[in-house]
């Protein structure tokens, strides 16, 4: 099996630590070489403290799931014989308070819009099925309990 690895460095610079007004921004450095400004949510820690520009951890996380989904839909899709000319989607990912009264992100939902051409279109229930199948490889939806539902739409390239 393989690993995947993330340097996380951050440094606290010249701000005081012990009054907790440090900077959260940060950055994540992959293998690859990409590097990308990181920081805690503006949700849960205050600018300035948080940097709202930069990527924070939740919204990495809804990234990742919507990546993973689409990468498999695309594979099943072309397996399947279907042309798929754009495929974008605008991922939420819902917070809430667990009973011991710590927040999750309890719900992904996954808004996934394609647009196919070619001989070959899928009906609705065909797209349901690229879905539902995407899903069930996608090793990041395997590996979290929060729920994830996908509600997609496709289109037809115009001629």
């Given at each position: 099996?393989s ?8 440094k ?10 440090y ?8 293998d690859?070489?990409?590097v990308?400004?990181?920081s ?50 605008h ?21 996934p ?26 090793f ?9 539902r ?5 289109s037809?390239?115009?001629?």
């Open positions: 099996m690993s995947h690895v993330a340097t996380i460095e951050w606290r610079e010249d701000a005081a630590f012990a009054d907790n007004r900077s959260r921004a940060h950055q994540w450095q992959f690859g070489g990409a990308v400004p990181a805690s949510s503006p949700h849960v820690v205050r600018v300035p403290l948080s940097n709202p520009a930069n990527v924070d951890p939740e919204e990495a996380f809804v990234a990742s799931l919507s990546s993973c989904h689409m990468l498999w839909f695309l594979d099943i899709a072309r397996g399947a014989g279907y042309l798929v000319d754009h495929y974008v989607d991922a939420t990912g819902h917070m809430q308070r667990a009973e011991d009264g710590k927040s999750w992100i309890a719900l992904v939902e996954l808004a819009a394609v647009a196919f051409s070619g001989a070959r279109i899928p009906d609705d229930d065909a797209l349901r099925q690229l879905h539902h199948k995407a899903h069930e490889e996608c990041l939806a395997r590996s979290v309990k929060s729920e994830i996908i509600q997609g739409t496709w037809h390239a115009a001629s």
